[in-house]
C-alpha cells in the first residue's frame, strides 16, 4: 500500500484525490474529452470517480477561445454582427439580433412593420431548427441513432429556407440595425406556411419515436435534477431553467421586437430533470410553431428596413438588449466612446451559465447519466468559450 | 404597514371635477395561460399493465420507421458528388466573391475600396494605376479567400455592383497559394 502511495505521479496543482480506502480502492480521475463525441464540441471535463458514480465534474474552457470580444473592439458596429455568428451557431440569426437591438436602442432607429414580422419569423424558424439538432443529437447521445436521421430531415427544411433567404446555411450575417439585410424571396411565406403544417405532423411523429419511448424515459426521470433555487442562483436561463421551474422567458418578460403581439405559453417544468428538459424543448417547438402561424398569418407589406445610414457612428454611453436564444437570455453590452468602433463588447451568454449546474447535477449519479445531463443541457462550445 | 402611512401626494377625500387627468387604464387581464405546465409529476408505479403498455409503445415507434421503409418517397436522401450535374443554389447563396465581366470582357469596379474598408478580415485589397489619361484605376483587385467569412459587407458596400456572391462552393485546395485570387481580367478604364 505504502509502495503504492508513493510511486503514484503527482497530481497537477488543483486537482486532489481522497485517501486509498483499505480494500486498496480509490478515486481516480477521467478525461472526457475536448474529443469526446458527445460533448458537441471541444469541451474537455475533468471527472472524478468513484467506481462508476461521479464525485466531481470539472469542466476545462477554452480549447475554441477566438477573443471575439477583443476582436469586436477593432471592427465597426456592423462588422461585430457577423462575430456573433460563430458563437452560438445554432442561434445566430438570434444573435444578431441581440447586436443589431443594442446598435438601434443607441442610435434611436426604428425598424419598419415588416422587418419586425421578418425578425420574429426568422428567430422562431431558428429556434425550431437548433431545437431540431438537439433533439437528434439528444437521440443520439442516448444510444438512438435513428433519431438523429429524423431531426437532420426536418432540420435541412429550415437550413434550405434559411439558404433562400440569406444565403448561408449556418452563419447567416442577416440582420441590420433597422431591419434585415435583404427582404424575403418571392413565396417565402408560402414555403414557411407548408413547413409548419410538416412540423406538426413531425413533432408527433417525434413524441412516437422518443417521447414515448419507456428506455429513454427510464433513463431521464431523475437524473440530473437542478431544483429552482439553484437554477437561479446558477443563473441558468432557457429550457434548463425552465424546466427546473425558474419561470422567465425574455420574450415574454422583456419583450422586444414584437412579441408582446403574439399569444403562446412559456412551457415549464417543476422536476428539473433530464426528462423535463427534454419535453420543455418539445413544448418549445409547439409554441415556436404557435407563434409562426400567428406570423404568416399576418404578415404585413411594406419595407423591410428602415434608411440605411452609410456609417454608424454611435454616441457614448453603454447600451444592453437582451433575446431570448434557443438555449437561454444571450445579453450584448455594448460601451461606446462615440466612434464606429465599441469601446468594449460584452456578451452574456446562456451555455456559460448552464455549464456551471453541470457539477450539481452530475454529483451522485452514474457517468451514463452525465452523457444524459450533458446532452439535455444542449451547450454549444464556441458560445461558452467566445 | 404601507397603508397606514400616510402618502405625501395623497389625493384629497373630495376632490374638484376634473382636477387631474384620468389615471392611464390598468394594462387588459392576460386572458389566456403565460406559463404550462409540461412536468411528468411523479415516477408512475410500476405495474404489468404499464409495463406492457411501455413496450407496446416502443412498437410504435417502430412503426415509424416501417412506414419509412413501406413508403420510400418520403425519404429526402440526395447523393451529393454523383448530383453534381443536376444541383442548383438558391439564388442568394454565398459562395466565394466573383467580380462579373460582360461580354467585351470589362468590370464596372471604379476601385472606390468601400469594399476593402467594409471587410472585417482584410481579405480584399485593392491595387491600383493609372491609365492613359493619369487618373486612378483599378489595377488588380486581390482577394484572399483563406482569411474570408463570406459575411457579404463588401457587396453590400459596393455601389456598382461590381462584385457579387458566387455560387461555387468547392473551394477546398492543396496548398495555400490557390487561395489568393486576382478577381479582375482587366484593369479599369
Known amino acids: 500500500m505504502e509502495a503504492l502511495k508513493t510511486s503514484a505521479p503527482a497530481l497537477p496543482p488543483g486537482f486532489s484525490l481522497r485517501e486509498t480506502r483499505a480494500d486498496g480502492s480509490q478515486e481516480y480521475f477521467l478525461n472526457m474529452g475536448p474529443q469526446h463525441p458527445s ?45 456573433t455568428d460563430r458563437m452560438d451557431y445554432l ?13 438601434e436602442k443607441a442610435m434611436g432607429i426604428g425598424v419598419p412593420e415588416r422587418g419586425e414580422y421578418i425578425r420574429v419569423l426568422v428567430s422562431e424558424l431558428q429556434r425550431i431548427q437548433s431545437h431540431l439538432l438537439w433533439w437528434g443529437a439528444f437521440g443520439m447521445d442516448l444510444g438512438a441513432v435513428s433519431a438523429f436521421l429524423y431531426g437532420f430531415k426536418e432540420r435541412e427544411k429550415i437550413t434550405q429556407l434559411f439558404e433562400e433567404l440569406c444565403g448561408a446555411r449556418l452563419t447567416m450575417n442577416f440582420f441590420r440595425p433597422g431591419g434585415s439585410n ?19 405532423f413531425s413533432l ?42 425558474v419561470d422567465f422567458d425574455v420574450r415574454r418578460d422583456d419583450p422586444y421586437s414584437i412579441y408582446d403581439r403574439f399569444k403562446f405559453e412559456v412551457p415549464l417544468g417543476s422536476n428539473g430533470d433530464c426528462l423535463d428538459r427534454y419535453l420543455v424543448r418539445i413544448a418549445e417547438m409547439r409554441q415556436s410553431v404557435r407563434i409562426l402561424e400567428q406570423v404568416v398569418a399576418a404578415f404585413p407589406e411594406g419595407q423591410y428596413r428602415s434608411k440605411e445610414k452609410a456609417s454608424y457612428k454611435v454616441p457614448a454611453g453603454s447600451y444592453f438588449s437582451a ?38 447535477m452530475a454529483q451522485g449519479g452514474k457517468i451514463a447519466d452525465l452523457v444524459a445531463i450533458l446532452s439535455t443541457l444542449d451547450l454549444i462550445i464556441p458560445d461558452i468559450d467566445r | 404597514m404601507s397603508e397606514e402611512t400616510p402618502k405625501p401626494d395623497a389625493t384629497p377625500e373630495v376632490k374638484p371635477a ?42 410504435k415507434g417502430m412503426n415509424v420507421t416501417m412506414r419509412y421503409f413501406r413508403k420510400p418517397s418520403r425519404i429526402v436522401t440526395r447523393e451529393y458528388p454523383e448530383n453534381r450535374g443536376t444541383l442548383k443554389m438558391s439564388e442568394r447563396f454565398r459562395g466565394q466573391v466573383v467580380m462579373p465581366h460582360d ?26 494605376t493609372k491609365n492613359l489619361a493619369s487618373k486612378r484605376v483599378l489595377g488588380a483587385f486581390v482577394y484572399r479567400l483563406s482569411s ?42
Request: net charge neutral; charged share 20%; proline share 6%.
Open chain 1, 204 to 245: 408527433d411523429e417525434f413524441d412516437t419515436l422518443i417521447s414515448k419511448n419507456m428506455i429513454i424515459r427510464e433513463r431521464c426521470f431523475g437524473v440530473g435534477r437542478l431544483s429552482r433555487e439553484r437554477a437561479a442562483n446558477y443563473g441558468c436561463s432557457g429550457p434548463v431553467g425552465r424546466a427546473s421551474g
Open chain 1, 323 to 360: 433575446v431570448e436564444t434557443a438555449r437561454g437570455m444571450f445579453g450584448t453590452y455594448f460601451v461606446s466612446d462615440n466612434s464606429f468602433k465599441p469601446y468594449r463588447v460584452k456578451s452574456r451568454s446562456p451555455n456559460f451559465s448552464n455549464l456551471s449546474a453541470l457539477n450539481e
Open chain 2, 148 to 189: 474570408c467569412t463570406l459575411c457579404n459587407l463588401c457587396i453590400e458596400a459596393c455601389p456598382f455592383d461590381a462584385i457579387r456572391m458566387g455560387h461555387g462552393f468547392e473551394m477546398a485546395t492543396f496548398t495555400r497559394d490557390p487561395l489568393d485570387l486576382i478577381l479582375n481580367k482587366t484593369e479599369g478604364r
Open chain 1, 91 to 103: 442561434s445566430s440569426h438570434i444573435n444578431n439580433l441581440g447586436v443589431c437591438m443594442a446598435i
Open chain 2, 18 to 59: 376634473e382636477a387631474k387627468p384620468a389615471a392611464p387604464p390598468p394594462p387588459p387581464p392576460v386572458t389566456y395561460p403565460r406559463s404550462a405546465g409540461v412536468t411528468m409529476a411523479a415516477a408512475p408505479k410500476a405495474s404489468l399493465s404499464r409495463f406492457l403498455g411501455d413496450a407496446f409503445g416502443l412498437f
Open chain 1, 39 to 83: 460533448t458537441h464540441g471541444v469541451l474537455k471535463l475533468v471527472v472524478r470517480l468513484d467506481g462508476e458514480t461521479v464525485v466531481e465534474v470539472v469542466p476545462h474552457l477554452g480549447f475554441i477561445h477566438r477573443a471575439i470580444e477583443k476582436m469586436g473592439e477593432n471592427e465597426t458596429f456592423v462588422q461585430y454582427i457577423h462575430l
Open chain 2, 103 to 128: 461580354e467585351k470582357n470589362e468590370h464596372t469596379c471604379t476601385a472606390c475600396t468601400l469594399c476593402e474598408k467594409a471587410c472585417p478580415n482584410g481579405s480584399i485589397s485593392i491595387l491600383t
Open chain 1, 182 to 200: 435583404a427582404d424575403v424571396p418571392e413565396g417565402f411565406i408560402g414555403k414557411v406556411k407548408e413547413l409548419l403544417e410538416e412540423m406538426k
